[in-house]
Nanobody, 119 residues
Framework: QARLVESGGGLVQAGGSLRLSCVASGTIFSIGAMGWYRQAPGKQRELVATITSGGSTDYADSVKGRFSVSMDIAKNTVYLQMNSLEPEDTAVYYC?????????????WGQGTQVTVSS
């Protein structure tokens, strides 16, 4: 079993920045990929950004050029640097990790951290 713990959410004015962190712990042989989803009230959960252990990244069109995802493999930690935040970025942000143990790979989720952007 693995456990993911997020930190760094909060309230920020439009145009501001926040940095989210997510640490994976527990039984982890390796991690294939980590990333972030978000869910705004009344909306479906959507992918924000993802990064593989090889360093390949992918972003939602709505955050390209403003958000940056990075990963410290040695620390099993993923970061999301969010710049030029907009009120539309307000949501609960969830990190995930594709955790490998022997021949299995399972997806684990964090508990979520609230990001609120005021206009």
């Amino acid at each position: 079993q693995a456990r993911l713990v997020e930190s760094g959410g909060g309230l920020v004015q439009a145009g501001g920045s926040l940095r989210l962190s997510c640490v994976a712990s527990g039984t982890i042989f390796s991690i294939g990929a980590m990333g972030w989803y978000r869910q705004a009230p009344g909306k479906q959960r959507e992918l924000v950004a993802t990064i593989t252990s090889g360093g390949s990244t992918d972003y939602a069109d709505s955050v390209k050029g403003r958000f940056s995802v990075s990963m410290d493999i040695a620390k099993n930690t993923v970061y999301l640097q969010m710049n030029s935040l907009e009120p539309e970025d307000t949501a609960v942000y969830y990190c995930y990790a594709n955790v490998r143990v022997l021949i299995r790979e399972d997806k684990y989720w964090g508990q979520g951290t609230q990001v609120t952007v005021s206009s």
